[in-house]
């Protein structure tokens, strides 16, 4: 029997990569980073880490084609047979990208349910147990009528994130997923992320939070102090 709790399942042709070669991260024309060599690919999770500042938002910013990279090249796999440039705000790749902020941006006025079905009519007919699952599990059934931005921000944190789930597409980038969670709402959201690896999934997330899933890789990123350069 299908769980009706599980990330929406990614298409079974699509086995998205990311390969960073000699990239430069950089904010407002600064390097953040030393040239970096990494390959992220489906049925992964990668966990970037790191003190403030060090560019692990702006890696994941790179990483969905939002944001250019100072000096080498970022190249995506959208299949086994397809391979092209990462080029900012590319509209093929971005359907590809489920982007997960700090700060939820959930729209002001609607309630949980609301927008859950949103995200739920976006990409085809549902049934409503889908959405009520996605409640369930995220501890907001009884909170579904109450507008949004009259929950607290771990609330609102896990209405982000049951948004995700409803929303087919492999890449999950995070920045700080576990943000205002509990130890409940952490415990959900790994095993959320285990369950759209297990489907063919990319996730990358940053992340102050110490994870126990020692399968999942981990990227340390340098100081700023560590790395010098000035855009030209």
Not at 45 to 50: A, E, K, N, W, Y
Not at 205 to 232: C, F, K, T, Y
């Amino acid at each position: 029997m299908t769980d009706p709790t599980a990330p929406a399942a990614t298409a079974s042709s699509s086995k998205p990569a990311i390969t960073l070669d000699q990239a430069v991260i950089c904010r407002g024309g600064l390097a953040l980073t030393a040239p970096l060599n990494l390959r992220f690919e489906a049925g992964s999770v990668t966990l970037i880490q790191g003190p403030n500042g060090v560019g692990k938002t702006s890696l994941l910013r790179v990483l969905a084609g939002l944001l250019p990279v100072m000096g080498g090249d970022v190249s995506e796999t959208l299949s086994s047979d397809q391979t092209k440039a990462v080029m900012p705000f590319e509209p093929v790749w971005l359907t590809m990208v489920g982007w997960l902020p700090v700060t939820p941006g959930l729209p002001p006025g609607l309630n949980s349910a609301e927008i859950l079905n949103q995200m739920a009519r976006l990409h085809g007919p549902v049934g409503n147990q889908v959405v009520t699952a996605q409640l369930d599990k995220w501890g907001l059934a009884e909170l579904a009528d109450l507008p949004t931005q009259y929950l607290s921000a771990g609330q609102r944190r896990r209405v982000d994130l049951a948004r995700l789930c409803l929303n087919p597409k492999p890449v999950w980038l995070l920045d700080e997923p576990a943000v205002t969670l509990d130890s409940q709402g952490r415990e959900i959201l790994g095993q959320a992320i285990e369950q759209h690896c297990q489907a063919g999934g990319l996730i990358v997330m940053a992340s102050h939070e110490d994870w126990p899933q020692d399968h999942w890789n981990r990227i340390q990123l340098n100081q700023p102090a560590q790395v010098g350069g000035q855009a030209a």
